[in-house]
């Protein structure tokens, strides 16, 4: 819905994301490879993502530099559809993704 700089960080940016059609967060990201308008997976609070290293992480809120995060955007690492955990995955909006509904149905997992 709306992507701002952080005040505190130069490669930090602030991403207000609706995650269903009623209820909004707040997410800070380090990646800048979408813009508003494109379906992002979001991880919220208690989701158990995977790590660069093999390891898992559970998603918690936070504050970065100052600013509440309240989830992540996910890569496709994060999705366990590649090792990339360098960019967020985009949804096609070709598939119609409907907010609220779980990221699965939407991965290719070719």
């Known amino acids: 819905m ?19 059609p009623t ?4 997410i800070v990201c380090g990646c800048a ?4 308008g494109d379906f992002v997976p ?7 993502v995977p ?7 559970t998603i918690a809120k936070v504050k970065l530099r100052g600013v509440e995060s309240d989830g992540m955007l996910c890569s496709p690492l994060e999705l366990g559809v590649s090792s990339d955990h360098t960019t967020i995955h985009l949804l096609s909006s070709k598939s119609k993704p409907v907010l609220g509904q779980s990221v699965k149905k939407y991965l290719n997992r070719e």
Do not use: F, M
């Open 51 to 57: 790590t660069p290293d093999g390891g898992t992480q």
């Open 2 to 20: 709306e992507i701002k700089n952080h005040p505190n960080a130069k490669s930090l940016k602030i991403v207000i994301v609706k995650v269903s």
């Open 23 to 26: 209820e909004t967060h707040q």
């Open 42 to 48: 979001v991880a919220l609070p208690g989701t158990l």
């Open 33 to 36: 490879n979408y813009q508003v």
